[in-house]
C-alpha cells in the first residue's frame, strides 16, 4: 500500500516538471551567449592563436537570430561559422534552418574580417527551437588552407549558454537614452552581483 502510494507521488510529480518545461519552450523568446575561443593546435597553427568572439542567439517563437563577433583574425580573410549542435568539446553538425548574413554555395555562413582582423555578421531562422537536453555552439573554420591547417578545420568556438539576462533585451539605440546621466554607463554589471559570497 505505502509502496503504491509513493509511486503514484513520483508520477505526479514527474508530469508536473514534464508539463512546466514544455509551457516554457514554447513562450517566451530565450537568449543564449557564448565566448569564443581559439581552438589549439588549429589556431595557433593557422596563425590565429589570439582569435577571441562572441555570439548572441535569440530563440524567438519564429524569428530567431544569432549575431557573432570576431576579433584577431587575419585581415581582410574569408572565413566559415555556423550554429553547431553539440558542445565545442563534442561538436555536431550544423544546425538545419539558418540562413547567414552571406554564405557559399552550400549554406555555409560566411565571415570577412576587416583590415584590423575583426569581423561581425548574423544568421536568422523561422524554425531554430533549442531542445533544453541538447548542447549548442557557434564555430568558425578557416575557408582555405592556412599554414598547412585544411580548409574547414575549426579554429575557434564557443559553447552557447543560457543567459540569465534574457529578459533585458537592449534595443537598438532606444530607451537608453534616459539614462545617459549614469555615469557608470548602462551597460554595467551590477555590483551586488559581483561582490556575492562565496558559500
Ligand atoms: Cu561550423
Known sequence: MTRRITVAIASIA????????SADAGHSAKTYKASLDAVDPAATTAGLADVVGHARLVDAKKHDKVALHVRNLAPGTLYLWHVHGGSCAATGAPVAGWTYRTHDAGGNGTLTSNASGNANTKGTSVTFT?????????????????????????????????SKASGKSKP???SDNSRRGDEHGPNKPHPSQAHRPKS
Open 14 to 21: 514527474a508530469l508536473g516538471i514534464a508539463s512546466i518545461a
Open 130 to 162: 533549442a531542445d533544453p537536453a541538447k548542447r549548442y555552439s557557434v564555430n568558425v573554420h578557416v575557408a582555405a588552407p592556412t599554414n598547412g591547417v585544411p580548409a574547414g578545420t575549426i579554429i575557434a568556438c564557443g559553447d552557447l549558454n543560457a
Open 172 to 174: 537598438h539605440g532606444s
